[in-house]
């Protein structure tokens, strides 16, 4: 037992002595339980769904309806100078949805008795789907909540009634409403039966929707295009395209943890003491590692691809682009494979923190947890994960339609950590031998 006893003191020595080991043991755990209580703790913000808004109308109507979206619980609203840069930012990826009022809604607003029910367009990132089908709903319950108003607003109604006659006896409105509409405009109920059947009828003929269809009817919400390449389609051509981003990005930073384990291994080994007393440069052992490493890397993102290709009908927009992206990735874990396996002393250490530093940057950039989940202050910072650029890299080259001069951004990013990653890592290899 003493012998039992003294191999135990003597591993939780070591330990101990390790700090880079101790502090992903003890430490980190903590961390992460702190970062998932953040995201799940309920607060209010964390759930909202981020939108830009651009109006076109400019009018107090208008006007007023981005006021009710900003004052909803439900929405982080944006404004946007106009509808090329928020249906731009949507199609590259920055924002999740965008709201455009175009002209003609506060008049159609106004008209509450008549006419066409007013109209917003609704552009929606294809790979956020559910986030889509709230915003369309938050969209109508607060188009209906602003229709309620009216309603209760003796001053309004009497000036939507005063309206709603000219309109009749303008002649805009359908013969078969008419009748009904001018001398009982305080019957809404009435008026709302109306409206349900002409709404009914013109449904079950397939006619073109008249000014009818504008009573009672708060809001239509159009969906607007956002995806602009050629034969891209509106959306993604299947869900696959959505998710091999993220799933290539795990193979990514296994092989990554992997190359940085095995690096540190072969220094506490004396395998790289032997290599560099070999007849070779010191920089061509590092070299040949990142070239393994990028290799791996490459390999795993082809064979997914492949995978999705064969079996998931998935269809690359530009391949060209794809291979850039795939490139980029490379050496941006390269970089980070290098500096992590920098940093430890031990095989442990090296697991251990290489791991942790990975799952974080994934939980960061969305590779675990969507960042609409996320907190809003947390969700500002993912750009500073690679994850991020590199899964929006991937999905500008298969399904986004990026052009090359929109790659720039998020593979300059990649290209830069990893040059930065690198040059670190080799310069601690070479200060430590």
Do not use: H
């Amino acid at each position: 037992m003493g012998a039992v006893l003294a191999i135990a003191r003597k591993d939780l020595l070591l330990l101990l002595r390790d700090k880079g080991g101790l502090f992903f043991v003890f430490f980190f755990p903590i961390l992460f339980a702190l970062f998932f209580g953040t995201v799940f703790s309920g607060d209010e913000k964390a759930t909202r769904i981020a939108v830009l808004v651009a109006d076109e109308d400019g009018t107090d109507g208008s006007r007023a309806f981005v006021e009710s979206l900003a004052e909803s619980e439900d929405l982080r609203v944006s404004p946007a100078a106009t509808r090329e840069a928020a249906v731009g930012a949507v199609r590259a990826g920055k924002a999740p949805a965008a709201v455009v009022i175009p002209k003609g809604f506060g008049e159609r607003d106004a008209a509450m008795f008549g006419g066409e029910a007013p109209k917003v367009d609704l552009a929606v990132d294809p790979s956020r789907k559910a986030e889509g089908g709230m915003l369309e709903g938050i969209l109508l319950r607060q188009a209906g909540e602003r229709l309620g108003k009216k309603f209760t607003d003796p001053a309004a109604l009497r000036r939507q009634a005063r309206d709603g006659v000219a309109r009749v006896r303008s002649g805009d409105v359908p013969a078969e409403i008419r009748k009904d509409l001018e001398p009982l405009l305080d019957r809404v109920s009435a008026l709302a039966d109306t409206y349900e059947k002409r709404a009914a009828d013109l449904a079950g003929g397939g006619e073109a929707e008249s000014a009818v269809a504008g009573f009672f009817r708060p809001l239509v919400v159009e969906r607007v295009r956002t995806v602009a390449a050629e034969g891209a389609g509106d959306r993604p051509a299947n869900g696959f395209a959505v998710t091999f981003p993220q799933a290539a990005i795990w193979g990514v930073i296994g092989a990554t943890a992997g190359f940085g384990i095995s690096l540190v291994s072969e220094r506490t080994k004396g395998t790289m003491v032997r290599l560099r007393a070999a007849p070779i440069p010191g920089s061509a052992v590092l070299l040949g590692k990142a070239i393994a490493c990028f290799t791996t890397v490459a390999g795993v993102v082809a064979v997914l691809l492949a995978l999705a290709s064969a079996g998931f009908g998935l269809r690359v927009q530009s391949p060209a682009l794809l291979a850039l992206a795939v490139a980029s990735i490379g050496v941006c874990f390269v970089g980070i494979m290098m500096m992590l396996a920098s940093a430890a002393r031990t095989e442990q250490a090296a697991g251990g923190m290489g791991w942790a530093v990975l799952i974080v940057m994934s939980m960061l950039g969305g590779g675990m947890i969507p960042l609409m989940f996320m907190p809003a202050w947390l969700s500002s910072i993912g750009s500073v994960s690679p994850v991020k650029w590199a899964i929006l890299a991937m999905e500008g080259a298969v399904w986004r339609g990026y052009t090359p001069a929109q790659m720039l951004l998020p593979c300059g990013v990649l290209i830069a950590v990893g040059v930065v990653g690198f040059a670190v890592g080799a310069r601690v290899f070479r200060s430590a031998g």
